[in-house]
Nanobody, 117 residues
Framework: QVQLVESGGGLVQAGESLRLTCAAS????????VGWYRQAPGKQRESVAT???????NYADSVKGRFTISRDNAKNTVYLQMNSLKPEDTAVYYC???????????WGQGTQVTVSS
């Protein structure tokens, strides 16, 4: 059974940093593309950053230059380093692992990030 578990969320002040972790079990995570998404209250879930199995990355314009996605395949883990956090970054952050053009698509339970001004 595939499980994704996010951790690292919390309450920080504007300008501070957090590192989110997505730890996978039950699969060879290295072959999956992984995305971080977020959902703020009353808003739709949006993509924040993605990383392919070979390490290519893509970011939402709102986080470019502030967030960095990376992966450690030996640890079956993907990270999201978030710097210079803003109040508008406040949301529940979710990890999504998927294999393109297949049925294999998994989500974690989410971790809350709250940025105070």
């Amino acid at each position: 059974q595939v499980q994704l578990v996010e951790s690292g969320g919390g309450l920080v002040q504007a300008g501070e940093s957090l590192r989110l972790t997505c730890a996978a079990s039950g699969t060879i995570f290295s072959i999956f593309a992984v995305g971080w998404y977020r959902q703020a209250p009353g808003k739709q879930r949006e993509s924040v950053a993605t990383i392919t199995s070979v390490g290519s990355t893509n970011y939402a314009d709102s986080v470019k230059g502030r967030f960095t996605i990376s992966r450690d395949n030996a640890k079956n883990t993907v990270y999201l380093q978030m710097n210079s956090l803003k109040p508008e970054d406040t949301a529940v952050y979710y990890c999504n692992g998927f294999l393109s053009n297949t049925k294999y698509n998994y989500w974690g339970q989410g971790t809350q990030v709250t940025v105070s001004s």
